[in-house]
């Protein structure tokens, strides 16, 4: 069963920090927003990163400095998805690499939209595919 694209179920409201945002910044902005990530751009709005909880986890059990640019604790070997992408191929993806936030971009690497475990679930309980 087909459940549709990125586009139907990804969140169009991001949270961005700079990449010399300190890792405090970083967590803050996911607190205050209420998210479990925050994506990391350059100056010209182009992904570079993406800062998880699970990297703030990795943070304080390695007893870094929560003043350290979020650079330096991002994780940069970014899985992205597309608009078109299907939801079923991105599903797949997080199983596979577990990973719990996908980043979507333009054909220009800018974030244009996330997609969550979260909102995934959501779209296959609300479809009818749930049992």
Do not use: C, Y
Not at 28 to 35: D, G, L, Q, W
Request: charged share 25%; glycine share 8%.
């Amino acid at each position: 069963m087909a459940l549709g694209t990125v586009k139907q179920v990804m969140t169009r409201d991001l949270v961005t920090v700079p990449p010399n945002a300190s890792i405090r910044e970083a967590a803050r902005a996911m607190h205050t927003r209420k998210v479990g990530s925050v994506l990391v751009v350059d100056e010209g709005g182009k992904l570079i990163g993406i800062f998880t909880e699970r990297d703030l986890v990795k943070v304080v059990a390695e007893g870094k400095s929560l003043e350290e640019p979020v650079s330096e604790a991002m994780s940069k070997d970014l899985i992205v998805a597309k608009e078109g992408d299907s939801i079923t191929a991105i599903a797949h993806k997080m199983l596979e690499r577990w990973i719990r936030h996908i980043p979507v971009v333009d054909d220009e690497g800018k974030p244009i939209g996330i997609v969550s475990i979260r909102d995934v679930l959501r779209h296959v309980v609300a479809s009818g595919s749930f049992p």
